[in-house]
């Protein structure tokens, strides 16, 4: 045991010597805290041996008693040199295998109790969808324990689980590459997990776990795997690879020994074809003595670094004493100068004192500043407070001012108004004698006007009294006949005019109709240019961006991406901008695609919210914009979500290089359930004629317009839906084959080209036409007006020549009339006559009142100015009062701020008294850390004590550079030298005296491990012959250590007499097969472990073959007491004699999963 003693048992063959075995772990190992202990040193640590079960000890005292025995002769062997030698060299003491082949009989005899081991024991192997199984539990007895069932049920998985669980890598098994591998078809994540007796006194963390310990390990498809180590009570106590590394330590558990834990594909290969070498690795790399031998060889490379190392510092040591040596001299040297430092130090304590003195005649100063400034102020202060009872008069004269101001103001009022009534009443007057004044106006027009009438009536009844006088003649009857031929000639222009007339509104309707013509040609035309402008820029834009990949995107994204290459926090790379990584196969369909995309092939995609967040904060210090899209990167697969047909869609006709921007697009876009077809019919038919289509979201087709397109869906209500989509505008961001896609822009550059041509064409032909109607239209006009001119002469002709008749016909009962109307015009005259007598009177009645109303106007505003006047004074009272406040205001607060000027002049100079004396407290100080207050000689100063300090520092350097240094520099050199020294000696001689302790203590460990091997070879051997006896064989383990090899010869025949027996290559299988299981046992037997697995150890024997070896099995697990069995055979266990130690699980049968159709074959019909 390990790292403790136990008192010998009465019937060992030594029963009187005590011997402990040490820990044979690797003391390099040890000293590195950071580095895990091997499983072997913790297993002896916890209580477990390497080489043998807690009952094997006395078997290794017995055997080791007069190994360790220092004056044997062999203290001083390098047993490094016997490492490789075969146990047939090394067995030079014939009684060490008389006293092993006793001792181990003695204990095969004894019968002891198997009892279960108080830890380390494992209870229960549970799995979820693991393998072949969905939901599987084993339960394990704390002994022997067999897995039972036939081929296909699981057997294997379970022991695969064990090891899963337990930490071992996937690829150890031998079942599969990586944990995904194991997780059951048709789910995406897995689960095995084990639960640990955690009891007695070797329990692990009883505190925190209890009295069982659970492990389990998680892993999905994706690769992620997960551990959890829980208490009793299912509580979550870690989940760290660590803690459980930990464990297994603790309890011995070496799952990964391949002779411990030996899976189907390595009992295989163990039991029925492994070579001699092959078996000495088992045996060797099973005891864990490789394991030591490699620690050991860790610690030789350590050692030889270390001699090397010494070598360097005694090298370094020389120099180091030669230094100290130097450094000596030098300070001897230094010594000599003190007499000028000492003259230095007294002229600088006179020279700091200096400074004191002055630092307190500058003090003296600012205090006499005190006084005076603090007088200043209380003179201003005075003047303040004159100012400030000057001000309180002047505002109580304003106030004053101010009341007299309203009265005045106050006794206005009721003159105001009395000369308001007096003026109303002079205004009202003066309205009335104004509205007279126009009455007598009117009457004198009228007289006026009448009497202009009665001269006129007097005329016309003169002219009338002489065409009375005169006769008609025949001048009447030709001109009657004249006046007939000019009406019918002003009729016929009349016609003339009318038709001319009706003609405009065709013409009128001509011009509008060519406008709106016009008007319809300008939108093509617009259009036109437009579509031009457009195509000419996406042509030269992919003419320019064959040369630059980043001209399509946002013109700092180049330094985005730049930013996000160099970026290490990123759990997940972000993938983008998307575009980069879409090519396009058929350049047509590039406008509708990138439309349809639209800004998702400027983003990135990426993997988490972090991500997101930091993708963002590159984005914003860049100052680039950047959108972000999170998926989760897994399987995806869109064949079962495309079209059935091999329509083109989005997504076929677009090549991606990374799954997770596909899927991005796909998610985002349904572009594998969008068809492409060309022609606007067609894909409406496909769409729509035959109903629903399966995956068939949307179909895309072109416009007549180069780069515009139309989309056909169903709507959610089943209603057929139609959509224009306008083509992509800005650049091509989909990587394309250039030179295709300039060949198509420019194609649909000249297509645009001719579009707008003929648009040209059919304006310029509209606006012609236009003109034309115009000039139409003007000459209308032009006609009419001469037209209606010829009329209008004509008419005017007629109705000169009629008027002439008219005149010359006399009138019947017009003198009559017109001496009527004069007798009438002279009465109204004699009216208007009147009328104007009348209002002369009443004018002349207004003008009395109208000098009464000035009157009282008068002496109202003379009332009224006068208290105006008071007023007046009274305000510039007022003003001079506010006048004389403001300058009293001024001077107060100019003496106010005289006095906080003052105050502040005050504050800084006794600022400068405290500062001047805190300068004069620490100068004192400083001063007297050198010594006491020293006199300063007559005429001495500052400055010329500063001089003298100057050229006695030169005298000193000079001093100093001829001796390399001041003293303290020296002395302080010599000091580093000299501790350099003592710690390199110091930290050599450690270093020796734990090289020669190491040595010693490797060379110790290298004979304990090979007293080890050789006693573990030894126990082998002799197991090996107990077990083959066990049927009546003899045979014998050769171990080869020189050459590695390992092999077995076994004589079934007992009576032969040769003992040489037989190569295992020349027994039968069932001899070979149990030889190899007694092989196996005894090494078992010799490692010792607490859990040892096998799997299908017997698919190799027959029927009395296998009784036999698993009857010793079983007698033999029942030997090691406390250990745990766990043996897997797909065979049937009814022949086999169990006892209450010993556990079967049968496994279920395999399920056999039958395709569609397929039916079992009847056997019994035959």
């Known amino acids: 045991m390990a790292g403790r003693k136990r008192s010998r048992d009465p019937d060992d063959v030594d029963g009187d010597s005590e011997i402990e075995i040490e820990s044979a772990t690797s003391s390099f190992r040890q000293n590195d805290a950071n580095h895990k202990r091997t499983k072997v040193a913790m297993a002896q640590a916890m209580g477990s041996s390497v080489v043998s079960e807690e009952e094997e000890d006395d078997y290794e005292e017995v055997l080791m008693a007069g190994s360790d025995d220092p004056g044997d002769g062999e203290s001083d062997i390098d047993y490094t040199l016997r490492q490789d030698s075969s146990d047939n060299e090394q067995e030079d003491d014939e009684v060490d295998e008389i006293k092993a082949t006793q001792f181990v009989e003695k204990k095969l005899r004894e019968h002891k109790e198997n009892v279960p081991a108080e830890s380390g024991v494992i209870e229960m192997v549970y799995m979820r969808n693991f393998m072949c199984h969905s939901n599987l539990t084993i339960e394990l007895g704390p002994l022997i324990n067999f897995i039972?069932?036939?081929?296909?049920?699981?057997?294997?998985?379970?022991?695969?689980?064990?090891?899963?669980?337990?930490?071992?890598?996937?690829?150890?098994?031998?079942?599969?590459?990586?944990?995904?591998?194991?997780?059951?078809?048709?789910?995406?994540?897995?689960?095995?997990?084990?639960?640990?007796?955690?009891?007695?006194?070797?329990?692990?963390?009883?505190?925190?776990?209890?009295?069982?310990?659970?492990?389990?390990?998680?892993?999905?498809?994706?690769?992620?795997?997960?551990?959890?180590?829980?208490?009793?009570?299912?509580?979550?106590?870690?989940?760290?690879?660590?803690d459980l590394d930990d464990v297994l330590d603790h309890f011995a558990l070496q799952m990964d020994n391949p002779i411990n834990v030996l899976t189907q594909d390595l009992a295989r290969a163990f039991l029925a074809g492994s070579t001699p070498a092959e078996k000495y690795r088992f045996f060797i790399k099973g005891t864990q003595l490789e394991t030591l031998d490699g620690d050991y060889n860790i610690l030789e490379e350590h050692l030889d670094g270390t001699e090397a190392q010494l070598l360097t510092r005694e090298e370094?040591?020389?120099?180091?004493?030669?230094?100290?040596?130097?450094?000596?001299?030098?300070?001897?040297?230094?010594?000599?100068?003190?007499?000028?430092?000492?003259?230095?130090?007294?002229?600088?304590?006179?020279?700091?004192?200096?400074?004191?003195?002055?630092?307190?005649?500058?003090l003296e100063h600012y205090e006499s500043n005190v006084n005076k400034a603090r007088e200043q102020l209380e003179h201003h202060e005075q003047i303040a407070e004159e100012a400030g009872v000057r001000f309180d008069s002047e505002d109580t004269a304003v106030e004053a001012a101010k009341r007299g101001v309203e009265a005045h103001q106050e006794a206005l009022r009721p003159l105001t108004d009395a000369h308001a009534a007096a003026n109303e009443k002079f205004t009202a007057n003066k309205a009335e004698l104004m509205k007279l004044v126009a009455e007598e106006r009117t009457i004198k027009e009228n007289i006026k006007a009448h009497k202009k009438e009665i001269n006129r009536l007097d005329a016309e009844l003169g002219e009338e009294?002489?065409?009375?006088?005169?006769?008609?003649?025949?001048?009447?009857?030709?001109?009657?006949?004249k006046l007939d031929e000019l009406k019918e000639a002003a009729k016929q222009a009349k016609q003339a005019l009318d038709a001319h007339k009706a003609k405009l509104p065709d013409l009128t309707q001509a011009v509008k109709a060519a406008q709106e013509a016009l008007q319809h040609a300008d939108a093509p035309v617009k259009a036109a240019e437009q579509e031009e402008a457009r195509r000419r820029t996406a042509r030269d834009q992919v003419t320019q961006q064959q040369t630059r990949k980043w001209a399509p995107y946002h013109p700092k994204m180049e330094a985005l991406c730049h930013a996000i290459d160099r970026e290490t926090r990123f759990r997940t790379k972000p993938v983008g901008p998307m575009g980069l990584h879409v090519q396009l196969i058929k350049p047509q369909w590039g406008s509708l695609i990138e439309k349809t995309f639209g800004n998702s092939l400027d983003s990135f995609v990426v993997t988490s919210k972090y991500d997101q967040e930091l993708l963002q904060s590159l984005s914003n210090r860049v100052g680039c914009p950047a959108n972000s899209i999170i998926m989760a990167r897994g399987a995806f697969d869109t064949a079962g979500h495309e079209p059935e047909d091999d329509s083109d869609t989005i997504l076929?006709?677009?090549?991606?290089?990374?799954?997770?921007?596909?899927?991005?697009?796909?998610?985002?876009?349904?572009?594998?359930?969008?068809?492409?077809?060309?022609?606007?019919?067609?894909?409406?038919?496909?769409?729509?004629d035959s109903g629903r289509r399966k995956n068939v979201r949307a179909v895309l087709t072109m416009a007549r317009r180069a780069g515009d397109g139309q989309r056909w869906e169903w709507s959610r209500a089943g209603e057929q839906k139609a959509s224009g989509v306008q083509g992509w505008n800005g650049r091509t961001r989909m990587v394309t084959d250039r030179q295709q896609e300039i060949e198509l822009r420019q194609k649909e550059h000249q297509t645009a080209q001719q579009a707008l041509e003929h648009a040209r064409q059919d304006r310029k032909a509209a606006q012609l036409a236009l003109n034309q109607a115009k000039q139409a239209?003007?000459?209308?006009?032009?006609?009419?007006?001469?037209?209606?001119?010829?009329?209008?002469?004509?008419?005017?002709?007629?109705?000169?020549?009629q008027n002439e008749i008219d005149a010359n016909i006399p009138q019947d009962g017009r003198l009559q009339e017109l001496e009527n109307q004069l007798r009438e015009v002279k009465a109204e005259l004699e009216g208007a006559k009147a009328a104007m007598e009348d209002a002369m009177g009443a004018r002349a009645n207004l003008n009395d009142k109208g000098r009464e109303f000035k009157d009282a106007v008068d002496e109202a505003q003379e009332a009224l100015d006068k208290e105006q006047v008071l007023i007046q004074r009274a305000e510039q009272r007022l003003q001079k009062c506010e006048d004389d406040r403001r300058e009293a205001l001024y001077a107060k607060n100019a003496a106010l701020d005289d006095v906080n000027r003052y105050k502040e002049h005050l504050e800084r100079t006794q600022q400068k008294v405290l500062d001047q004396k805190a300068v004069v407290d620490d100068w004192t100080s400083e001063a007297r850390q050198t010594s006491e207050r020293v006199g300063i000689e007559d005429g001495q100063t500052i400055e010329s004590l500063g001089q003298q300090l100057s050229r006695l520092q030169e005298d000193i350097k000079k001093a100093q550079r001829q001796q390399g240094g001041s003293r303290e520099e020296l002395v302080a050199a010599h000091l580093k030298a000299h501790n350099a020294l003592t710690e390199a000696k110091n930290e050599t001689k450690m270093m020796k005296q734990t090289a020669d302790t190491l040595k010693s203590t490797l060379t110790e460990r290298r004979r304990r491990w090979g007293l080890f091997r050789k006693y573990i070879?030894?126990?082998?051997?002799?197991?090996?012959?107990?077990?083959?006896?066990?049927?009546?064989?003899?045979?014998?383990?050769?171990?080869?250590?020189a050459e590695k090899k390992l092999d077995i010869h076994v004589e079934p025949d007992m009576t032969k007499a040769s003992d040489s027996g037989r190569q295992a290559k020349t027994l039968s299988g069932g001899e070979k097969s149990f030889s190899t299981i007694c092989l196996l046992l005894s090494i078992w037997e010799a490692m010792g472990s607490p859990i040892r697995c096998l799997d299908e150890f017997d698919v190799y024997m027959d029927s009395v073959n296998r009784a036999q070896s698993m009857g010793l099995m079983i007698q033999t697990?029942?030997?090691?007491?406390?250990?745990?069995?766990?043996?897997?055979?797909p065979q049937s266990m009814s022949n086999v004699d169990l006892g209450d130690d010993v556990h079967v699980h049968k496994m279920a049968d395999p399920e056999r999963r039958r395709e569609p159709g397929q039916t079992a074959l009847n056997f019994g019909a035959a």
């Open 1117 to 1129: 697990a029942r030997r090691s007491v406390g250990r745990q069995f766990i043996l897997i055979t």
């Open 652 to 688: 076929r006709v677009l090549r991606i290089d990374d799954p997770i921007v596909k899927q991005a697009l796909v998610i985002n876009h349904g572009c594998e359930q969008t068809v492409l077809i060309e022609d606007i019919d067609a894909g409406k038919s496909y769409m729509f």
């Open 465 to 481: 009294r002489q065409r009375l006088a005169e006769a008609h003649g025949d001048a009447h009857q030709q001109r009657l006949a």
């Open 316 to 362: 370094m040591i020389a120099e180091l004493r030669q230094k100290e040596v130097e450094a000596a001299g030098r300070v001897k040297r230094a010594e000599r100068a003190r007499t000028l430092e000492d003259k230095w130090h007294h002229v600088a304590r006179q020279h700091a004192w200096a400074q004191v003195g002055d630092a307190e005649a500058t």
């Open 777 to 801: 239209v003007e000459k209308h006009k032009r006609e009419v007006n001469a037209l209606n001119i010829r009329h209008q002469e004509a008419d005017d002709d007629v109705d000169g020549l």
């Open 1017 to 1041: 070879s030894m126990r082998t051997r002799i197991q090996f012959n107990y077990l083959l006896s066990e049927r009546n064989f003899r045979g014998r383990v050769l171990l080869d250590h």
């Open 148 to 242: 039972i069932g036939h081929n296909g049920s699981g057997k294997s998985a379970v022991l695969t689980a064990l090891q899963i669980s337990l930490g071992n890598k996937a690829s150890g098994t031998n079942r599969a590459k990586s944990l995904k591998d194991m997780i059951k078809a048709g789910t995406d994540s897995g689960m095995v997990g084990v639960k640990i007796k955690n009891q007695g006194e070797n329990a692990y963390k009883p505190e925190l776990y209890g009295e069982t310990l659970t492990v389990e390990r998680h892993f999905t498809k994706s690769g992620s795997t997960t551990f959890k180590l829980k208490s009793t009570e299912g509580r979550i106590i870690t989940t760290k690879k660590g």
